[in-house]
C-alpha cells in the first residue's frame, strides 16, 4: 500500500509551534540542504499541525499520484535515511512511516476514529500559501453563500446544527440571527482566539494550520448579519499564529476576498487583528469587547447582549475560531451532511487538545457521540506512564474532572455537564494514578483567582477564600469543617458572580469533592496525599525492586539518596524534601510514596 | 531588538518621532491604548515611565487609564527584564508533567525566585499562563524559542550552556 511507482513532487515539514518546539525548524534546514547537496528535483515546503504532535516533529512525502507518506519523530539520522532512500528512489521506508492507514498497528489508531472538518486542510496546506488553501476548496463556500444570500445561509447554519465551540454551547444560527435582526447600519464580527485555558491548543493549532479557513468564516457571518468589519483578538502568546493571520490578511486582501466588493459583489468587509495583553478573562465577550476598546477587560452584566450593543456599542457577533473553521464546510457540504454526525443536540465534530499523562498526545478531531474511553484509550494510546488512568480535566478552570469509572461519557454537550464537567473549548489533560486531584483542584482555584479581574466580590474575595482552604488541606493544617466552608463557598461563588469565570471556578473543586473525596479525606484526617504530590504530606522509600541503577542519585536536587551501582539506594528522610523527582525518574517503579514523618511519627514537628 | 539596543533606547531620552509614528499607525483614543503599550514594551522591553507620560501628553488616554491597563494584563511588566526572558509554563499539563520542578531548578541555577532577576541582568525567571504546547509538556521559553519534554537537569542545562556561550542558541 506504501510503494509507489510515481516520483515524488513535494516535501512537506509540520511547522505549527509544537513541531518548531521539537526541532521542525532545524529539520526544515537540514531537508533543504540535504535536497541541494544530492540534487533532488523535489519541492520542499511547510505545513501546519498534522495532529499527531507525539512524533514530532513530522514530515510528509508527496508524490505526483496524489499518495501521501507520513513519517514521524524524524531526528537527523532518519533524515539521512530519507534522503538517500524514498526522496531518491520513491520507495517509501516502511520502518521509519507513521502507519496512520494501519489500524492494526498501534499508532495507526491515532488517526481511525478521527473525523476530519475543522482539521480537513492541515497537513495538506502550506498554510502561508494562498494559493494552497484555494487549491483545496478554499473560498469555494463564500462565492456559494455570495451566490445563495443572508436568508438561505443563515437556514443552513440554523439546520446545521452547531453549536459554540468555545465552551458555553449556544445555538450558532441563533446568535447570528440576533445580530442579523438588531438595528444598525454598521455591525462587527469578532473572532475570539483569546484561548486561555491551560491545556488547551486547539485554536492556536487551527490559526496556524489554516488561517484562511476562519477568514472565510468570518466573511460568510459578515455578509449573513450585514456587517462590515471584523476582528480577531487573538492571544500575544501566540506569535506564530498572529503572523500567519497577518499573512492571510494581507493575500486575502490582494486577492479581492477582503475589502471592497468581495469577489466582485456588492459586499464589503475587512478584518483586523487585536492582540491581547494577557488576561483569561478576555475569553468572556463582554471584557473582550472592553478589552478591543482599550480598556480593562472587565465584564459587564447582560444584557444588553453584543447582538444589540457591542463593540462601541454596534450591533456585534463573537464566535470563536473553531466555530468559524466549521462553517465553510458547512455551507460547502449542507447543513444535512453536519447534522448528520454526532448526537440528537450536539451536531458536528469537536476538536480536542489531547495532552498530560497520555501516550498519544495532539489535537484530535472527533464526531461528538464518541466515548471519552475512545478518546484516551484508542487514540491516546494510555498513559504514557504506565499507571493507570485516574481522570480526565475537560474545559480547563471552567470545567470539571471526569474520573475513569466515567469514562462511557459520551461527548455531547448535555451529557458532559451531567458529569459535573463541561464541554469547553477542548482541552483534554489526562492525569493518572501519580496526580493528586486535591492539588489539581487547588491548582485550578490558583488560576482563577489570580486571573479574577476584582470586579464583584463573590469571585474576588470568594476564590482567595477557597484557595486558602486548598492551600491549607495540601499543607495538612486543615480541618474536617474546612470542607464544608469549602462546599458552601463553591455553591455561592458559582451562584453571585457576574460572568462565567466566576460561575464556573468552583467546577474543579466540586467535581474533585464528589468524585475524589476519599482523598480529600486522606489528606485532612491522615495527612497523608496518597499521589505524592503534596509535598508536606508525603515523602519516599525505595524498595527492593531498586536494581541499584543510580538514576535517582542522580537526579535527586538535595542529594538526599545514599548509593553505589548496584546496591539498593536509600532515601535520608531529613534531607528529602519530598519533590518525587526519584520516583519520576524510576524505571523499575521502586520508588514508593509513605507518610511524612512529620505525621507519620505521630509527633507535629 | 536585542538587548543591548533596548537599554540604549531606555536610557537615552525618550524618542519622541518614534512615538509619533506609533500614534499615526495606531491613534490617539482609548482603542489605541493596549497597541500603544505593546509597541512600547516591544521597543523597550518594558515600559518605561517617560514613555507612559509622553503618551498620556500626546493622546486623550489618562495616566489613570493608561496606568490601568498597564497593570491589568499580565503582558505588560513595569520593571526592567533580563537580556534573556525565561518562560516556564504554568498550563495544566505542564503542571502535571512537573512544571513546578523547572522552576525550582531554574531558580536555583539563577539564584533568583520566579519573576526574579539575575543581578548582571543576564536573566529573567518568569512562570507564565499556558504557552500552548501541551504535547511537548514541560515546556519553556527561551527568549523565542521553545523547549519541550524537559526536566530539572535539562532545564538548569539550557541556562548553564547559554552562560558559557551567551550568542549561541542551545540545541535541543
Given at each position: ?151 438561505s445561509v443563515l437556514q443552513t447554519i440554523l439546520d446545521s446544527g452547531l ?10 444560527g ?156 458547512i455551507?460547502?457540504?449542507g447543513a444535512q451532511a453536519f447534522a ?7 451536531k ?258 | ?172
Amino acid at each position: 500500500m506504501q510503494q509507489s511507482n510515481s516520483a515524488v513532487k513535494r516535501v512537506l515539514v509540520g511547522m505549527g509551534t509544537c513541531g518548531l518546539a521539537a526541532g521542525a525548524g532545524q529539520l526544515l534546514d537540514a531537508l533543504r540542504a540535504g535536497v541541494a547537496e544530492h540534487s533532488l528535483a523535489v519541492e520542499v515546503g511547510i505545513t501546519g499541525c498534522l495532529g499527531n504532535c507525539h512524533a514530532e516533529p513530522v514530515l510528509l512525502v508527496e508524490h505526483d499520484d496524489g499518495s501521501r507518506h507520513h513519517y514521524g519523530n524524524v531526528s537527523k539520522a532518519r533524515l539521512e535515511q530519507l534522503l538517500a532512500g524514498h526522496l531518491r528512489d520513491g520507495q517509501a521506508l516502511e520502518k521509519l512511516l507513521y502507519h496512520p492507514e494501519q489500524h492494526d498497528d498501534p499508532e495507526g489508531r491515532f488517526y481511525q476514529k478521527q473525523v476530519a472538518i475543522v482539521s480537513r486542510k492541515f497537513g495538506h496546506i502550506d498554510p502561508e500559501q494562498l494559493g494552497d488553501y484555494r487549491a483545496h476548496g478554499g473560498y469555494r463556500a463564500l462565492q456559494m453563500a455570495l451566490d445563495a444570500g443572508p436568508e438561505s445561509v443563515l437556514q443552513t447554519i440554523l439546520d446545521s446544527g452547531l453549536r459554540g465551540r468555545g465552551g458555553a454551547g449556544f445555538s450558532t444560527g441563533k446568535k447570528w440571527a440576533f445580530a442579523q435582526r438588531a438595528q444598525g447600519e454598521q455591525k462587527v464580527v469578532i473572532c475570539n482566539a483569546d484561548e486561555g485555558d491551560p491545556g488547551a491548543f486547539m485554536d492556536r493549532s487551527t490559526l496556524e494550520s489554516d488561517p484562511h479557513s476562519v477568514l472565510e468564516g468570518m466573511l460568510i457571518c459578515g455578509f449573513v448579519i450585514g456587517a462590515q468589519r471584523g476582528y480577531i483578538y487573538c492571544r500575544a502568546e501566540y506569535p506564530l499564529a498572529i503572523a500567519r493571520l497577518r499573512i492571510a490578511i494581507a493575500q486575502a486582501e490582494a486577492a479581492g476576498l477582503l475589502g471592497e466588493s468581495v469577489l466582485g459583489s456588492a459586499f464589503s468587509f475587512r478584518i483586523k487583528i487585536k492582540e491581547g495583553a494577557g488576561a483569561f478573562v478576555c475569553g468572556e465577550e463582554t471584557a473582550l469587547i472592553a478589552s478591543i476598546e482599550g480598556r480593562r477587560g472587565m465584564p459587564r452584566p447582560r444584557p444588553p447582549y453584543p447582538a444589540q450593543r457591542g463593540l462601541h456599542a454596534l450591533p456585534t457577533n463573537i464566535n470563536n475560531v473553531e466555530t468559524f473553521a466549521n462553517i465553510p464546510w458547512i455551507v460547502e457540504h449542507g447543513a444535512q451532511a453536519f447534522a448528520a454526525l454526532g448526537t440528537a443536540t450536539s451536531k458536528g465534530t469537536k476538536v480536542f487538545a489531547l495532552a498530560g499523562r497520555i501516550k498519544r498526545g495532539g489535537l484530535v478531531e472527533v464526531p461528538m457521540g464518541i466515548t471519552v474511553r475512545e478518546i484516551v484509550e484508542d487514540i491516546g494510546g494510555g498513559s504514557d506512564s504506565g499507571l493507570p488512568i485516574k481522570a480526565v480535566q475537560l474545559g480547563g478552570p471552567s470545567g470539571g474532572c471526569i474520573p475513569e469509572s466515567l469514562f462511557d461519557t459520551h461527548v455531547d454537550y448535555e451529557e458532559v455537564n451531567r458529569t459535573g464537567a463541561i464541554m469547553g473549548s477542548g482541552g483534554m489533560v489526562v492525569m493518572d494514578q501519580s496526580s493528586c486531584m486535591v492539588d489539581i483542584a487547588r491548582y485550578f482555584l490558583e488560576f482563577t483567582q489570580n486571573e479574577s479581574c476584582g470586579k464583584c466580590t463573590f469571585c474576588r474575595v470568594g476564590t482567595k477564600r477557597m484557595l486558602e482552604i486548598l492551600e491549607r488541606i495540601c499543607d495538612g493544617r486543615a480541618v474536617m469543617a474546612d470542607l464544608a466552608l469549602l462546599e458552601e463557598l463553591a455553591d455561592r461563588v458559582g451562584r453571585a458572580s457576574l460572568c462565567g469565570l466566576g460561575q464556573t471556578a468552583p467546577n474543579p473543586v466540586l467535581t474533585t469533592l464528589r468524585y475524589f473525596r476519599d482523598e480529600y479525606l486522606s489528606h485532612i484526617q491522615d495527612h497523608f496525599c496518597p499521589a505524592g504530590r503534596c509535598r508536606s504530606l508525603c515523602t519516599f522509600t525505595i524498595t527492593d525492586a531498586c536494581t541499584g541503577c543510580m538514576l535517582c542519585v542522580r537526579a535527586c536536587p538535595t542529594q538526599a539518596i545514599q548509593g553505589t551501582r548496584k546496591q539498593l539506594h536509600v532515601i535520608d528522610t531529613q534531607q528529602c524534601i519530598s519533590c518525587g523527582a526519584c520516583r519520576d525518574v524510576c524505571r523499575f517503579g521502586a520508588v514508593e510514596v509513605r507518610p511524612h514523618p512529620r505525621f507519620s511519627s505521630g509527633v507535629d514537628a | 531588538m536585542d538587548f543591548e539596543e533596548a537599554k540604549q533606547v531606555a536610557t537615552t531620552d525618550f524618542d519622541s518621532t518614534w512615538l509619533d509614528e506609533q500614534l499615526a499607525r495606531y491613534g490617539r483614543d482609548a482603542d489605541a491604548c493596549i497597541p500603544l503599550l505593546q509597541a512600547v514594551q516591544e521597543r523597550h522591553r518594558h515600559l518605561p515611565q517617560e514613555a507612559m507620560r509622553a503618551i498620556c501628553e500626546r493622546t486623550s488616554i489618562t495616566p489613570p487609564q493608561l496606568y490601568g491597563v498597564a497593570t491589568f494584563y499580565a503582558q505588560f511588566r513595569l520593571e526592567p527584564v533580563g537580556r534573556h526572558l525565561i518562560k516556564v509554563c504554568k498550563g495544566t499539563a505542564c503542571h502535571v508533567s512537573g512544571a513546578q520542578a523547572l522552576v525550582e531548578s531554574l531558580s536555583e541555577a539563577l539564584g533568583v525566585p520566579d519573576g526574579g532577576t539575575t543581578q548582571d541582568m543576564e536573566y529573567t525567571l518568569s512562570a507564565v499562563a499556558c504557552l500552548g504546547c501541551c504535547s511537548l509538556a514541560p515546556v519553556l521559553m527561551l527568549d523565542d524559542k521553545t523547549f519541550g519534554k524537559l526536566n530539572r537537569s535539562k532545564a538548569a542545562a539550557l541556562v548553564n550552556s547559554k552562560q558559557t556561550a551567551p550568542t549561541q542558541a542551545p540545541k535541543h
